[in-house]
C-alpha cells in the first residue's frame, strides 16, 4: 500500500492549510510593515505647504500641523472636501484623499512631536 493511501485525508487537507498559511505570512508581515511607509508617503505629500512630518517654517503663513489632535485634523480636511472650510487650494487637494487615507495622515501627524 503506498504511503499516501495511508495518510488521511483530514492529515492532507491540514497539512495543505498550514503550508498555504507558512507561504502567505511573509507576504502579510510585508504588507504590515509597509503600511507605516504608506502612511508616511501619504503625509509626504503636505511637506511641501506644512514642512516635513508637519513642522511648519517658523513665521510661515500655514500652520504646523504636527502633534495636533487627529480628530481636528480630520474634522478640518473634511470640512475642505467638503467645501465648507475657505481655503486657497486645500479643497482641492482634499477631495483627492478617501476618508481611510484622511483618517491616516491625520493619525501620523497626531504621533509627531510639535
Known sequence: MPLQASIPRA???????LA???????AMAQAAASA??????LAATCANCHGTDGRAVEQST??????LPAPYLVEQMKA?????????VMHQL????????IEQIAAYFAAQKR
Not at 36 to 41: M, V
Open 80 to 88: 475642505f472636501k467638503a467645501g465648507t472650510r475657505p481655503a486657497t
Open 36 to 41: 507605516p511607509l504608506a502612511t508616511r508617503a
Open 94 to 101: 482634499a477631495r483627492g484623499y478617501s476618508d481611510a487615507q
Open 20 to 26: 498555504g498559511a507558512l507561504t502567505a505570512a511573509p
Open 11 to 17: 492529515a492532507t487537507g491540514l497539512a495543505l492549510a
Open 62 to 67: 500655514v500652520p504646523g500641523l504636527a502633534g
